[in-house]
T-cell receptor, first 114, second 113 residues
C-alpha cells in the first residue's frame, strides 16, 4: 500500500526566502506524485504532478519539485516566497491500479513573514 | 473556478439527522471522488465513482453512502449524524479513474449541532 508523509505541519519563511516543503512517499510500485495547494476557504488546486517523465517538475506560481527515487522524496520548492504563497500545501500519491485512489499527506501550512 | 460545483455551501443540522450533499463534475469528467476534511483527521478519501460505478472506497463510515447518477452528478448521503461528522466535504472530478489531475469543488461545510 502507498503512503505519504509530510514533515512539518507548519513552516514559516520570510518574504523573498527559499520555500522548502518536504514530502516522502512509500509505494511498492512506481507512483504518481502530486502537490496541491489550498487557500483559505477554498478547495484544493493542483500545483504540479510527477508522472514518471522528467524528475524535475515545474508547476504554477514558480513552484517546482524533484522526484528522488533513492530518497523516496518529492519535496516542493520555490526560490523566493511571496506573501500570496501563504496557504496549506498537500502532497499526494497514487498508483495506477484497479482500486486506484489518492492518498494525501496531512498538509503543511506555509506562513510568509513580511 | 475549477468547474466542479457543490451544493449547498453550508449546512447546519442536528445530531441524528440525515443530509445529502451534491456534486456536479466538470464537463466531460467521468470520475467523481469524495473527501472529508477535518481539523483532527486531515483530508480523508471517502469514495470514488467512475461513470456510475463505485471504483474504490476509503475511510467511509457505514452511515455514509454515495452514488453517481447517469448525468454524472454525485450525491453523498450522511445519516444518523454525529457531532464528529462536522467537517468540510469536498468533491473532486477527473476524466479517468487513474492518475489524472483531480479538480476540486469549493466544498460543503457541514456543522452538526
Amino acid at each position: 500500500a502507498q503512503s505519504v508523509t509530510q514533515l512539518g505541519s507548519h513552516v514559516s519563511v520570510s518574504e523573498g526566502a527559499l520555500v522548502l516543503l518536504r514530502c516522502n512517499y512509500s509505494s511498492s510500485v512506481p507512483p504518481y506524485l502530486f502537490w496541491y495547494v489550498q487557500y483559505p476557504n477554498q478547495g484544493l488546486q493542483l500545483l504540479l504532478k510527477y508522472t514518471s517523465a522528467a524528475t524535475l517538475v515545474k508547476g504554477i506560481n514558480g513552484f517546482e519539485a524533484e522526484f528522488k527515487k533513492s530518497e523516496t522524496s518529492f519535496h516542493l520548492t520555490k526560490p523566493s516566497a511571496h506573501m500570496s504563497d501563504a496557504a496549506e500545501y498537500f502532497c499526494a500519491v497514487s498508483v495506477p491500479s484497479g482500486t486506484y485512489k489518492y492518498i494525501f499527506g496531512t498538509g503543511t501550512r506555509l506562513k510568509v513573514l513580511a | 473556478d475549477s468547474g466542479v460545483t457543490q451544493t449547498p455551501k453550508h449546512l447546519i443540522t442536528a445530531t441524528g439527522q440525515r443530509v445529502t450533499l451534491r456534486c456536479s463534475p466538470r464537463s466531460g469528467d467521468l470520475s467523481v471522488y469524495w473527501y472529508q476534511q477535518s481539523l483532527d483527521q486531515g483530508l480523508q478519501f471517502l469514495i470514488h465513482y467512475y461513470n456510475g460505478e463505485e471504483r474504490a472506497k476509503g475511510n467511509i463510515l457505514e452511515r455514509f453512502s454515495a452514488q453517481q447518477f447517469p448525468d454524472l452528478h454525485s450525491e453523498l448521503n450522511l445519516s444518523s449524524l454525529e457531532l464528529g461528522d462536522s467537517a468540510l466535504y469536498f468533491c473532486a472530478s477527473s476524466v479517468r479513474p487513474s492518475t489524472d489531475t483531480q479538480y476540486f469543488g469549493p466544498g460543503t461545510r457541514l456543522t452538526v449541532l
